[in-house]
């Protein structure tokens, strides 16, 4: 379903950190977090990143 590095940033999304925050810690651009912040929420067919965070949590991604 997603890539090694976007499962990272769903892993980090679920720590609450912000889009800055998630790119220091991956030593990646702010808008490469943001592209996979997008590519994340459609993939998954979520609207928001507290919807994404329980689908990932009851399929047993995180």
Do not use: P, W, Y
Not at 20 to 47: F, G, M, P, Y
Request: net charge positive.
């Amino acid at each position: 379903m997603f890539s090694k590095r976007e499962m990272d940033v769903v892993r980090l999304m679920s720590q609450g950190l912000t889009s800055a925050e998630i790119a220091d810690q991956l030593c990646i651009a702010i808008n490469t977090v943001k592209n996979h912040r997008k590519s994340i929420l459609q993939k998954s067919d979520c609207k928001n990143s507290g919807q994404l965070v329980a689908k990932c949590i009851t399929e047993g991604l995180l």
